[in-house]
């Protein structure tokens, strides 16, 4: 069912429904089957800003139309237009992670276009060409908080870290992308590749939706999926991080053009399509695009593709415009893409709705720890379809909302019919509090002013399913697979 090809994997036409099978050299599954994102929806009329290390018109973004709406540097070197159009290493990564969320696949034929093919894009540069500094990063905010409705910009992608660790109490960058999240724009963040290390601002913040990594091995088929290894962890602030996962391995993404990475990626799979007994003879003209062992000139033809077919596979050149690439830098503009299809279908959605639509529609993953994925797997055409139903236009922001003599807790959700609070301070036990219904899909309870201390709880929707509260962004591992929400009461002043 899954036939060996050139030491890569293929996947057949029974493995992609509604699809024709790919070249044989496109191996890798396009970003958009593997989520299972409504392709009938592709971020036309949203604008993603994306903060990254540099950037290059590339023509997934410019054809067959130019979606760049703007291109900025706010670092020191002040990058013009034509600076921008100049090859650059520091212009890959950047690019990339805006070809994942909206490429339009122009070099495959629409094959591997972004799920947000039809976004705009706002592109601005925060590496100076030494380092990333959290001061470049609340530049970049600061731009978009001064620029966002020239630019109709909804969502900003952010694919790298600071190089200071703050609480978001203090965090100048979590105060700016609170007030963007006020503005209605939805902040997505990776949450870094270092299980070992913290996750630092702007991944950090309590408003950022924080995205980890999972590996799919580029498969249909969720039994398969492990942990990446992304960075994951309690915030000073007794937040946990990150809130949702989404696939980071193996992920397509067009290579930067007319460089040397490129040239050898072509002259690579030229020779690799060739018949043995014509190898030999193109493989000598060919040797200088590639970094191949010049001494192979002397082996057999069979070696000779053997050395290539290696070459393709350390250098991730599995297409020969396309390499895959790694980490949560993509997983992030993958969630950014699907807000994008969320906000097309309804325009109407606040950050807090579709965070909390985000979290309610994710699938947790029973093999990897709860605090390493969050919410869980992002699902794609769920989200889309929640959006659709979606009939309000603001939810409560704060839950649990504690007074003077009262707290006040809130409860989200179109298709439930029953809600209970069921927690610490009802010894667990189910049906002692029970929300009720506001208004459709919004639910509510006051309840008494709890003693100082700290209390874990949950809601038990309709008796049968248990869920952390989407607006508590403090929580705890519950020993079942799964995430508390803490409460805290602090004494009274």
Not at 5 to 31: Q, T
Not at 243 to 248: D, F, K, Q, T
Request: hydrophobic share 40%.
């Amino acid at each position: 069912m899954v036939p060996a090809y050139h030491g890569f994997l293929f996947y057949s036409c029974f493995n992609m429904p509604n699809k024709k099978p790919p070249r044989k050299d496109y191996i890798i599954i396009p970003v958009y089957l593997r989520v299972n994102a409504d392709t009938a929806y592709t971020g036309k009329g949203v604008t993603i800003a994306f903060i990254d290390s540099g950037f290059y018109p590339h023509p997934e973004l410019t054809k067959p139309d130019s979606r760049i709406l703007k291109m900025i540097d706010v670092t020191a070197e002040k990058f013009k237009q034509s600076d921008f159009e100049l090859v650059r290493a520091s212009s890959w990564h950047g690019t990339m992670v805006a070809c994942v969320a909206c490429g339009s696949g122009f070099s495959s034929k629409g094959y591997y276009r972004g799920i947000a093919n039809d976004a705009s894009v706002v592109l601005i540069k925060a590496f100076d060409g030494k380092t990333i500094r959290s001061a470049t990063i609340l530049k970049a905010l600061q731009w978009i908080l001064k620029h966002h409705k020239e630019y109709h910009i909804r969502i900003i992608n952010i694919s790298l870290g600071g190089d200071r660790y703050e609480s978001g109490k203090r965090s100048r960058i979590c105060k700016v992308i609170k007030k963007l999240n006020q503005l209605g724009i939805t902040v997505v963040a990776a949450a870094g590749n270092n299980p070992m290390k913290q996750v630092l601002p702007p991944a950090s913040c309590p408003d950022v939706i924080t995205v980890g990594g999972i590996d799919d091995n580029n498969l249909f088929d969720e039994k398969k999926i492990t942990d990446y290894g992304s960075s994951f962890g309690r915030t000073t602030d007794g937040f946990m991080k990150p809130e949702m996962v989404a696939p980071s391995r193996l992920l397509p993404a067009p290579m930067l053009l007319g460089n040397e990475i490129y040239d050898e990626s072509q002259a690579l799979h030229t020779l690799l399509k060739l018949p043995l007994k014509e190898l030999k003879v193109k493989f000598k003209k060919q040797i200088k695009k590639t970094k191949l062992d010049r001494a192979l000139i002397d082996k057999k033809p069979k070696e000779i593709r053997k050395a290539i077919i290696e070459r393709l596979r350390v250098e991730k050149f599995f297409a020969p415009n396309y390499q895959h690439v790694d980490g949560t830098s993509f997983a992030a503009p993958i969630v950014s893409s699907i807000i994008a299809q969320m906000l097309e279908a309804n325009p109407k959605l606040t950050p807090s709705l579709i965070k909390m639509i985000l979290a309610d529609t994710a699938r947790r993953l029973p093999d990897i720890v709860p605090e390493k994925q969050g919410y869980g797997l992002i699902t794609a055409r769920a989200c889309v379809q929640r959006a659709l139903e979606e009939t309000h236009l603001h939810v409560v922001e704060v839950s649990p909302n504690i007074l003077r003599d009262r707290i006040i807790f809130y409860y989200h959700d179109h298709h439930a019919k029953k809600v209970t609070l069921v927690g610490d301070f009802t010894a667990w036990r189910k049906d002692m509090i029970v929300l009720h219904k506001v208004e459709a899909g919004l639910w509510r309870i006051d309840i008494p002013l709890l003693s100082e201390g700290s209390y874990q709880y949950k809601f038990l929707i309709d008796d049968k399913r248990w869920v952390e509260d989407p607006l508590n962004p403090q929580k705890e591992n519950d020993h079942y697979n799964g995430l508390n929400s803490v409460l805290i009461v602090q004494p009274s002043s």
